[in-house]
């Protein structure tokens, strides 16, 4: 249960908060690198949650092999996401993302 | 409260408040300063969590690779003159819904969830048994991997590299 002590369940939280933060930097930034950032905030919450649970849980080392997979990921797509970014930048001279809407038109 | 929990609030406070800096910073280089601290902290987590590998890549990873290429985007994509790079917000009152909504539920089903608890100690050092782990139990996931990390920077250089004005090929 939720003690002062520290178990699992403060872990989960800290993950939740820190979730809960990247989803509101996805929504709300206008800037397409900020949305990267939010993105990143994510994808640690995630880790943490897969951390945690080798930790405390019953999946011995499986959950740290994962956060490995999870960190290639999230260097690949940071990559290719500035790669979009700067030819966004390049065509369009904005990385708002409210403001790429060639599309549309 | 023993020094493990002093250590531990430290670090998720640490964390919680570059977060919150990350997302509500109205300037993007103060954003991406904050966003450097949020990782330490999460790193401090992974060894409060006895994931001393992790930790490490984490630092080498995030801090040394995805945050300094997040701050050459911010120097490449802002306007030299624009020195306060202010960028506006949208959508904030359906933001905050739906992230209340979020993280009411995420907390309250970690809260009542009876999760099993092992009594294992933690181990000692993990760089050993991961890497036995990746050459045995995950070998395919790992090449996958490498193969994945090779086209998706091979992509990235050739869309990166596209001038002006020039037609894709």
């Known amino acids: ?105 | 409260m023993n020094f493990y929990d002093v250590i531990f609030y430290a670090f998720a406070i640490l964390t919680i408040v570059s977060a919150i800096g990350v997302v509500f910073s109205r300037n993007i280089v103060y954003a991406a300063f904050a966003l450097l601290f949020a990782f330490f902290g999460v790193a401090g987590i992974y060894v409060l969590l006895a994931a001393d590998f992790i930790a490490v890549t984490q630092i080498l990873l995030y801090v040394g690779g995805i945050l300094v290429l997040i701050v050459f985007g911010v120097m490449l994509t802002s306007k030299a003159y624009d020195v306060e790079v202010k960028r506006g917000v949208l959508q904030v009152v359906p933001a905050v819904v739906i992230v209340g909504a979020i993280a009411g539920t995420l907390i309250g089903v970690f809260m009542t969830t009876p999760w099993p608890i092992s009594n294992f100690a933690p181990y000692e050092e993990t760089a050993r048994p991961i890497g036995a782990l990746l050459m045995t139990q995950f070998v395919l996931p790992f090449e996958l991997a490498s193969v994945l990390l090779l086209v998706a920077l091979i992509g990235a250089v050739i869309i990166a590299r596209r001038e002006k004005g020039t037609k894709p090929r």
């Open chain 1, 1 to 105: 249960m939720m003690t002062l002590h520290v178990g699992l369940y403060h872990f989960l939280i800290v993950s939740a908060m820190l979730f809960a933060l990247g989803i509101y930097g996805v929504i709300t930034r206008k800037n397409a690198i900020m949305v990267l950032m939010g993105i990143e905030l994510i994808l640690n919450s995630a880790n943490i949650n897969f951390i945690a649970f080798t930790r405390f849980g019953l999946m011995n080392l499986t959950g740290q092999v994962v956060a490995i997979f999870v960190i290639i990921l999230a260097a690949a797509e940071a990559a290719i996401l500035l790669a979009i970014v700067l030819n966004v930048f390049q065509q369009l001279n904005t990385v708002n993302v409210d403001e790429v809407d060639k599309l549309k038109n």
